[in-house]
């Protein structure tokens, strides 16, 4: 099925605002104006019960060790993309300030991952996908 939300709908407007993002009230308005998580579909059970058929995990690929992600809205894969990558390098500079100097490594929680592929690494290296290509976006877990 595939959502495209109106952050891929309505391109311009949504660059123009995401380029005004400065401070954590810009942040904060731009993300309840563009990611809308309650309006969008969720997976439903089908899709999910697909979806962890072909995820089995974890893979190699280009010689680094990946497991799957499993994202609960269904967007498309072009959205997704978009929408962690602005999550992480827009919003996440401005929320989390001391993230930004800090040594990416695994030790400290990064990962590796690509949303469009749905896929998450933590040994850190090639910073391009190996499936599609796009920069991989360097994600934090822990605390
Ligand atoms: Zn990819």
Known sequence: MNYSPN???HRNDYETDKKRVRSLE??????Q?????????????????AESKWKRGPVRLSGR?????????DLTPEARYEYFLTLREVG????????????????????Q??????????????PICPLCQRRLILERYSD
Not at 65 to 73: A, E, G, L, N, Q
């Open 7 to 9: 952050f891929m709908i």
């Open 26 to 31: 810009d942040w904060k308005l731009f993300a």
């Open 92 to 111: 996440g500079p401005i929320k989390f300030p001391d993230e930004v100097q800090m040594e990416k490594s695994p030790e400290l929680g990064w990962r």
């Open 113 to 126: 991952e690509c949303p469009y592929d749905e896929i998450s690494t933590d040994e850190i290296g090639e």
């Open 33 to 49: 104006k563009w990611f809308k998580e309650a309006e969008w579909p969720r997976k439903s059970s089908e899709q999910l019960t």
């Open 65 to 73: 060790v990946w497991t799957y992600k499993f994202f609960p809205y």
